[in-house]
């Protein structure tokens, strides 16, 4: 099976713009996790989505949002970009298969950096 | 909020020796943990993980151990080689599914030869 794929996989922007990242999930993949990834904080989670539903949310301002499609394919949007925002968006996909591990598998991420 | 803490930050140790990193989360919810390896440049990847109803597993050189009660798990890696230098991270889930992760901040080991 394909892994997870990211697009794109680097983006440059200026501050108060808008940006939408996409990320497909290994095929048959249901859940997707998105996480911001910077040296001084490490991994944050932003958001689940599975079957086209936020389950989970973590701590990030309401200019992060996200959305899922029917295909499960993900999309993250991030509004009036702050400096801050640069960093490593990555997302991951899992199972969700009955009596498994959640298994997440991260796709290569999208470099931000906003300018 | 939910929160993990991983230690050490660094570790460095001789090629042949064990390696312990330890880490406690916050959420008594938490049922599942995993462990990921990041190298530089890369994404991170699944190493090994666990359930809350299991005490231990191992996979070769590596294993996991978790105490519930006192919300603590670690990894370890025996007979290190330099391919194992890297940056780990430990994980507890939230919510039902398992599928939203807390990551600890990281360890960045260095096996020396």
């Known amino acids: 099976k394909a892994g997870v794929t990211q697009t794109p996989r680097y983006l440059i922007k200026t501050r108060g713009q808008q940006v939408t990242l996409s990320c497909s999930p290994i095929?048959?993949?249901?859940?997707v996790s998105w996480y911001q990834q910077t040296p001084g904080q490490g991994l944050q989670f932003l958001f689940e989505y599975f079957s086209e539903t936020q389950r989970n949310k973590g701590n990030f301002p309401g200019r992060f949002s996200g959305r899922q499609f029917s295909n499960s394919r993900s999309e993250m949007n991030v509004s009036t970009l702050e400096l801050g925002d640069s960093a490593l968006y990555l997302c991951?996909?899992?199972?969700?298969?009955?009596?498994?591990?959640?298994?997440?598998?991260f796709g290569p991420g999208t470099r931000l950096t906003v300018t | 909020g939910e929160n993990v803490e991983q230690h050490p930050s660094t570790l460095s140790v001789q090629e042949g020796d064990s390696a312990v990193i330890k880490c406690t989360y916050s959420?008594?919810?938490?049922?599942?943990f995993p462990w990921y390896k990041q190298e530089l440049g890369k994404r991170p990847q699944l190493i090994i993980d666990?359930?809350?109803?299991?005490g231990e597993k191992k996979d070769q050189r590596i294993a996991v151990t978790l105490n519930k009660t006192a919300k603590h798990f670690s990894l370890h890696i025996t007979e290190t080689q330099p391919e194992d230098s890297a940056v780990y991270f430990c994980?507890?889930?939230?919510?039902?599914?398992?599928?939203?992760?807390?990551f600890g901040k990281g360890t960045t080991l260095s096996v020396s030869s």
């Open positions: 994980a507890a889930s939230i919510g039902q599914a398992g599928t939203a992760l807390i």
């Open positions: 991951a996909s899992s199972p969700i298969a009955g009596g498994h591990l959640p298994e997440q598998y």
């Open positions: 959420d008594s919810a938490s049922n599942y």
């Open positions: 095929s048959g993949h249901r859940s």
């Open positions: 666990i359930r809350s109803n299991v």
